[in-house]
């Protein structure tokens, strides 16, 4: 089996799920989560929802649409030893408690793209042509399932669509978000190679060097 390192937790993985990412380690340090009961959206293999779990969370829950990644993130919430409510649902669908937080890390790049960096292996369910069908839905819904001072962290980057994405801030938690995260890293060769079919407007180009973006984002419904 193989295994990774994820700030000092291990967890198991294959070849057929995500594996936790940069931005997977930036939400789970950048996020204030001791204390809360918490829903992780789009858990993969579980590296957010253990990580809340082992260090101070009251209560943790993890959905994701994918057997597979249901599957490794029961299996590293018990080789942890964390006790993980953890179950499938697309998006909120099986959904019925009302949270202090929502941490969604949910599939937030264009599919094309998704499938030329290598982050997604075949199996793995990919936003669409856009890469914001899956973002909007969570921030159109999230208040139902966020508590009266509760709060939405969600995850983005410049493979998005941003407009829609801060079209939806500005519709749905007007005056009450802001960008917890952000930082830019330096294409892969893969994504140097395959320039041509990315948006002029997803990258930045400096001295020479293609940098894309992850940015993370904190709702509050009050
Ligand atoms: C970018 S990965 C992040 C996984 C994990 N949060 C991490 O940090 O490693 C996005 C996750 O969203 C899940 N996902 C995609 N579509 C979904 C949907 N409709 N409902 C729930 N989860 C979904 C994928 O299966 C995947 O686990």
Redesign the pocket.
């Known amino acids: 089996m193989n295994k990774i390192n994820?700030l000092n937790i291990e967890l198991e993985y294959n070849e057929k799920?995500?594996?936790?990412?940069l931005?997977?380690e930036k939400?789970?340090l950048n996020t204030n989560f001791k204390g809360k009961n918490i829903l992780?959206?789009?858990?993969?293999?579980?590296?957010?929802?253990v990580y809340f779990a082992k260090n101070g969370a009251l209560s943790v829950d993890a959905?994701?649409?994918?057997e597979e990644?249901l599957k490794f993130a029961k299996r590293n919430a018990d080789l942890n030893k964390t006790e993980i409510n953890i179950f499938e649902?697309?998006?909120f669908?099986n959904v019925s408690k009302k949270y202090d937080l929502i941490?969604?890390?949910?599939?937030?790049?264009r599919e094309e793209v998704a499938k030329l960096t290598g982050?997604?292996p075949e199996e793995?369910?990919?936003?669409d042509g856009s890469g914001a069908n899956?973002i909007l839905?969570v921030i159109a819904n999230s208040k139902e399932f966020l508590k009266d001072s509760g709060e939405l962290v969600i995850?983005t980057t410049s493979f998005s669509d941003q407009k829609s994405i801060f079209a939806a801030f500005e519709q749905f938690y007007p005056n009450s978000y802001q960008e917890i995260y952000s930082e830019e890293v330096p294409f892969s060769k893969r994504l140097n190679q395959n320039i041509d079919i990315l948006d002029r407007d997803s990258f930045n180009e400096k001295n020479g060097i293609n940098y894309w973006r992850f940015s993370i984002f904190s709702l509050s419904k009050r």
């Open positions: 994820f799920v995500f594996r936790p990412t931005l997977s939400c789970a992780d959206l789009g858990c993969g293999i579980g590296p957010l929802a959905i994701d649409i994918y990644h649902s697309n998006l669908q941490c969604c890390d949910v599939s937030g790049v982050w997604f793995v369910p990919k936003a899956l839905n995850c």
